[in-house]
Antibody
Framework: QLQLQEAGPGLVKPSETLSLICTVS??????????WGWIRQHPGRGLEWIGT???????YYNPSLESRVTISLDTSKNQFSLELSSVTAADTAVYYC???????????????????WGQGTLVTVSS | EVVLTQSPGTLSLSPGEKATLSCRAS???????IAWYQQKPGQAPRLLIY???SRATGVPDRFSGSGSGTDFTLTISRLEPEDFVLYYC?????????FGQGTKVEVK
């Protein structure tokens, strides 16, 4: 059964870099049949797609975050990671990793639903 | 980007009743790429419906999706006690993919 688990610091200081890892079990991130993504949920409900990565290292980012986001892979550990630089209080959210479901990805865009999701990890930005 | 507006914000119904949740897009997009998710307290969203009307694996058939253009609907034919939670729509037909703000289904 496919499972995803996020891990990382729950508290990050303003202007620093948020770093999270997603460990995948029950499937290989290099199988090529799916992509892998990060989504966040701000307090009070709002969900926001952050970015998606393919096992080749090809990345797709939300334009609103693109200048601050890096998603990378560690295939030896079956993990993918998220880095978000220069964080502010507006980056306080629950961060989820997920596998893509359906949709399509091409050279420019990656438009998919997500299933399943990890349980999520709350990251608070505060000094 | 496409803005999704879900209505109502809160839906108050009784077990056994039919629930109709709306998701309206600020502009059309050339696909049927709408998904619906269910979120229980303290849990991650769970995919219910993809491509407007296809049920995800294991989703009961009381959940159905429909719509086209800019108007989409999630229908729960007969509410079970575990259905009184949050629901989100997502469009993935126009970049970047975006989510609605959610509809809470509560017990009347």
């Amino acid at each position: 059964q496919l499972q995803l688990q996020e891990a990382g610091p729950g508290l990050v200081k303003p202007s620093e870099t948020l770093s999270l890892i997603c460990t995948v079990s029950g499937a290989s991130i290099t199988s090529g049949s799916h992509y892998w993504g990060w989504i966040r949920q701000h307090p009070g409900r709002g969900l926001e797609w952050i970015g998606t990565v393919y096992y080749t290292g090809k990345n797709y980012y939300n334009p609103s975050l693109e200048s601050r986001v890096t998603i990378s892979l560690d295939t030896s550990k079956n993990q993918f990671s998220l880095e978000l630089s220069s964080v502010t209080a507006a980056d306080t959210a629950v961060y989820y990793c997920a596998r893509t479901h359906g949709g399509y990805c091409d050279s420019s865009n990656c438009l998919t639903a997500f299933d399943p999701w990890g349980q999520g990890t709350l990251v608070t930005v505060s000094s | 980007e496409v803005v999704l507006t879900q209505s109502p914000g809160t839906l108050s119904l009784s077990p056994g009743e039919k629930a109709t949740l709306s998701c309206r897009a600020s502009q059309g997009f050339s696909s049927r790429y709408i998904a619906w998710y269910q979120q229980k307290p303290g849990q991650a969203p769970r995919l219910l419906i993809y491509e407007t009307s296809s049920r995800a694996t294991g989703v009961p058939d009381r959940f159905s999706g429909s719509g086209s253009g800019t108007d989409f609907t999630l229908t729960i034919s007969r509410l079970e006690p575990e259905d009184f939670v949050l629901y989100y729509c997502q469009q993935y037909g126009s970049s970047p993919g975006t989510f609605g703000q959610g509809t809470k289904v509560e017990v009347k």
